[in-house]
């Protein structure tokens, strides 16, 4: 099956600097790149969509310039928080879907992002 | 507005059968997924149905009716490890998917 893989699984950072978490599509080309946040005891909820080559569509409330998303090849799409701050501590996970098929989303591992 | 209802907690013993009903309004259907999520991981695929019927897919069913916006996710012969949460999740007319809150299936001895 489709495999997506992100790095790093967890990272700690100090308030105020920035983090970049890395999805990659591992063996297929993801055409589209899902970033999605998930608070404890929550459902997921999307950030941003983004297809590659072009500028990511942002959901309702999600600023834009402090996730920073760049989809720059079919198989990585990169997420940066731009100046962390404790409430932006949360489980990150991206999500890949290829052109065809059923449009089944294939989710990372996640990230655990935990800002001091 | 879209909305996905899912109970919010459900128990079952292991052994059993339990069965998770999921309704929905979304504007377009372009298919229903469920996943699984265990704690502190990444939510994994189950089923995807987009004509009504029932699929089974070895312990696990989905089962779909359109006309009626509802569906449910069967598991049979519950086992401790299907302790995790599950997703439904509905594909809209613009191949978005709108997520259920998720239901938590607690599985006791």
């Known amino acids: 099956g489709a495999v997506v893989s992100q790095h790093p699984s967890w990272v700690i950072c100090k308030s105020g600097t920035s983090v970049k978490i890395e999805c990659r599509s591992l063996?297929?080309?993801?055409?589209?790149m899902f970033w999605y946040r998930q608070f404890p005891k929550q459902s997921l909820m999307l950030m941003a969509t983004?297809?590659?080559?072009?500028?990511?569509?942002?959901e309702q409330g999600v600023e834009k310039d402090k996730f920073l998303i760049n989809h720059a090849s079919l198989t990585l799409s990169t997420l940066t928080v731009t100046s962390a701050h404790p409430e932006d501590s949360s489980f990150y996970i991206c999500s890949a879907r290829t052109s065809g098929g059923v449009y089944e989303q294939f989710f990372g591992p996640g990230t655990r992002l935990t800002v001091l | 507005g879209q909305n996905i209802d899912q109970p919010t907690e459900m128990t079952a013993t292991e052994g059993a059968i339990v069965q998770i009903n999921c309704t929905y309004q979304?504007?377009?259907?372009?298919?229903l997924f469920w996943y699984q999520q265990h704690a502190g991981e990444a939510p994994t695929f189950l089923s995807y149905n987009v004509l009504d019927g029932l699929e089974e897919k070895g312990r696990f069913s989905s089962f779909l009716s359109r006309s009626k916006g509802y569906s449910y996710l069967l598991l049979k012969e519950l086992q401790m490890k299907d302790s995790a949460s599950y997703l439904c999740a509905v594909m809209d007319s613009n191949y978005q998917l709108i997520w259920g809150a998720g239901t938590k299936l607690i599985i006791k001895p």
């Open positions: 983004s297809n590659e080559g072009s500028k990511a569509t942002y």
């Open positions: 063996d297929f080309q993801a055409t589209t």
């Open positions: 979304t504007s377009g259907f372009n298919g």
